[in-house]
């Protein structure tokens, strides 16, 4: 049996990857794609809970597939907006689009 | 199948997963950077099987291997002067000082825990599952497809093409 750390550790680097790559990246779509990571990372920790420390062993599992449906609703509508931007702007820098900064 | 078996796999796929999402970062090529994506979304996938959760795992390859991969692809294609050279910002050193931090953290605060490792004996089966979320958690899951078809809803009426500016962009 692995141990539940191993698990632990692979989502937090998994994490931490997705963070470096989100605040990072240039390109929006890559931004979107780190999000995934991150939410990805999330998912295993939720398994991994669930599969050691849970006695149903259901809960994790549940709120895993939960993280699938909002990371569906949430890609779909990221991905509008960075379509609009490229219309307006013909360019999906995310440095560039900085209309809202104060 | 063996303690051992299982354990080869979880660091065959450990290195599988950890490399390819390394790679979505290294990556200086756009398409390649996705390519990577997915191979890290296979092996989360296996992390999934691994961990006896097969529902999951097929879910994860389905929607995301199937879908959300083909979006960001169809993204990138329907942007095609934008730049494609997977650059960085300014923030580039900031965000590798928070990365390496968050990682030391979370390592530091997951071996200083004493997890209670209740159960050991694996095994859940999609029946179950699934007559879990129609029973006990049915009130999130028909807010889920709500939430879904108010994101495709929205989604369609951000990219329509509104009549005031058919006539100023060709594009």
């Known amino acids: 049996m692995i141990p539940l750390e191993n698990y632990l550790v692979l989502s937090g680097i998994l994490f931490s990857l997705g963070v470096y790559g989100v605040l990072s990246r240039r390109n929006a779509v890559l931004v979107l794609m780190s999000v995934e990571l991150m939410l990805n990372a999330v998912s295993i920790n939720f398994i991994a809970f669930s599969a050691y420390l849970d006695v149903t062993q259901i809960t994790g599992v549940i709120f895993a597939i939960f993280v699938v449906a909002v990371a569906a609703a949430e890609i779909g509508l990221a991905l509008a907006i960075v379509l609009r931007i490229f219309r307006n702007r013909s360019s999906i820098n995310i440095d560039e689009a900085a209309e809202l900064k104060w | ?171």
């Open chain 2, 1 to 171: 199948m063996s303690g051992f078996g299982i354990t080869v796999a979880f660091w065959i796929l450990a290195a599988l997963t950890l490399a390819s999402a390394g790679g979505v970062m290294a990556s200086r090529n756009l398409i390649h950077a996705v390519l990577f994506l997915i191979v890290a979304f296979l092996g989360v996938s296996g992390f999934f099987i691994l961990l006896s959760a097969d529902f999951l795992a097929m879910a994860q390859i389905i929607i995301y291997v199937g879908a959300i991969s083909v979006l960001i692809l169809f993204a990138i294609v329907l942007t095609p002067r934008a730049e494609r050279d997977n650059s960085e910002t300014s923030m580039v050193l900031p965000a590798l000082l928070l990365g390496t931090t968050l990682a030391a953290v979370l390592l530091f605060v997951l071996y200083d825990a004493n997890w209670n490792v209740t159960n050991v004996e694996p095994g859940l089966s999609a029946e179950v599952l699934g007559s879990a979320l129609l029973s006990v958690w049915v009130l999130p899951f028909e807010l889920a497809s709500v939430l879904l078809t108010a994101a495709l809803v929205g989604a369609l009426m951000i990219v329509r093409r509104q009549e005031d500016e058919e006539g100023d962009s060709a594009s």
